[in-house]
Nanobody, 124 residues
Framework: QVQLVESGGGLVQAGGSLRLSCAAS????????MGWFRQAPGKEREFVAV????????YYDDSARGRFTISRDDAKNTVHLQMNSLKPEDTGVYYC?????????????????WGQGTQVTVSS
């Protein structure tokens, strides 16, 4: 059974930092692209960042570039999202997702597995 379990969310003041983690089990972590998405209340889910296995390379949405860093630890089947200089507009539920095709895509439709999400709230 494939499981992606996010952790690390919480309440933080604007300008603060959080580090999200996503632990994967039940699948071969190598060969996967791992992405982070978020969904704010009343809005559609949106892409945040992705890291591929091959190369690897990381790609960010413009809203995250320069403030967020995605990384992966293949030995621990874990992907992280370090979020600095947080803004109230970063508030939402953050989901990690796995793409068996290692495409490094910002399009959520290509992802095969999703976690349950972790809440991030940034107060002003």
């Amino acid at each position: 059974q494939v499981q992606l379990v996010e952790s690390g969310g919480g309440l933080v003041q604007a300008g603060g930092s959080l580090r999200l983690s996503c632990a994967a089990s039940g699948l071969t972590f190598s060969g996967l692209a791992m992405g982070w998405f978020r969904q704010a209340p009343g809005k559609e889910r949106e892409f945040v960042a992705v890291i591929t296995w091959s190369d690897p390379y990381a790609y960010y949405d413009d809203s995250a570039r320069g403030r967020f860093t995605i990384s992966r630890d293949d030995a621990k089947n874990t992907v992280h999202l370090q979020m600095n200089s947080l803004k109230p507009e970063d508030t939402g539920v953050y989901y990690c997702a796995a793409d068996l095709g290692d495409r490094g895509s910002p399009w959520d439709k290509v992802y095969d597995y999703w976690g349950q999400g972790t809440q991030v709230t940034v107060s002003s």
